[in-house]
């Protein structure tokens, strides 16, 4: 069977070539109705991507009861946020999504145009768990956001050990830590680009955990109404010291005089930490 787009200059394709494209949660029975469970069809669904197939979730809400992993590179885009991924199960201490691998570095994701939220009150875990990303690009992923008006999340956001990553036009809105960063070894654990999002009425907006170097806060990132602190320096997460963090002139600190610190710095093993604030 042949295809061909309606376009000037489109050429016939098959349509087995076609459908190589792009591969959409709907090609593995995903409903999408808020409903029906979608567990294995999105994991299937995951296990079918690679760096050279990248996958679609059309617009809907898609409903899921246990994590979902997906361990090596590929490329997912959704419609916003109304392509929603939406847990439901019953365990409340676990990671939502787990991609990546501890073992090794996997370079250039692209993560775009999706949210990722819990029917279930959470009471550990994380709304995203990325292990060692590298070269990766992720935007308008949305750990629930205010919109929904849900808390439910516990964390929101974890890059685990990961390298030259860019998170961009992002929200986060959970119980716990909206951003949550920390290094593993000397091949992993150097440079996160924010900017463009928020990080709003979480416990904490973003904690850098241990054994990280060049966290860049950048334009347009707002962390407001967070009741323990804004930015939390420690070791909570890798007990070794952080390097240097780097606060742009447009990112605000807002606590609406809930806030106890804007920025807390607790990392007696980061002897040569530097905040640079432009």
Request: charged share 15%; aromatic share 10%; proline share 2%.
């Amino acid at each position: 069977v042949k295809v061909k787009q309606p376009f000037i200059g489109s050429v016939e394709r098959s349509l087995h070539d076609k459908n190589n494209d792009t591969i959409s949660v709907k090609d593995f029975g995903a409903k999408g109705d808020g409903i029906t469970d979608d567990t294995q069809a999105l994991q299937n669904w995951l296990n079918a991507l690679s760096s050279k197939v990248s996958g679609f979730i059309p617009s809907g809400n898609y409903i899921f009861k246990q994590t979902l992993r997906k361990p090596d590179t590929t490329v997912i885009t959704g419609c916003g946020s109304s392509s929603m991924l939406t847990y439901a199960g019953t365990a409340t201490d676990i990671d939502l999504l787990d991609f990546g691998v501890s073992s090794k570095n996997t370079d250039k994701w692209v993560l775009k145009n999706f949210l990722v939220n819990s029917d279930t009150k959470m009471t550990s875990g994380y709304a995203m768990h990325f292990r060692r990303f590298s070269d990766t690009f992720i935007d308008k992923v949305i750990a629930e956001g205010m919109d929904l008006q849900k808390f439910n999340l516990y964390h929101g956001y974890f890059f685990d050990g990961c390298h030259e990553v860019w998170l961009t036009h992002f929200q986060s809105y959970c119980q716990g830590n909206g951003i949550s960063v920390c290094g593993r070894d000397g091949q992993s654990n150097v440079d996160l680009y924010l900017s463009n999002g928020y990080a709003n009425f979480c416990n904490n907006g973003i904690v850098i955990g241990g054994g990280f170097g060049g966290l860049f806060i950048g334009n347009g990132v707002e962390l407001l109404g967070n009741a323990n602190t804004g930015l939390t320096v420690d070791q909570s997460l890798n007990n070794q010291g952080n390097r240097e963090v780097i606060i742009s002139s447009g990112c605000c600190f807002d606590g609406i005089l809930s806030t106890i610190y804007d920025v807390l710095i607790n990392a007696p093993q980061s002897p040569s930490l530097q905040i640079m604030i432009n």
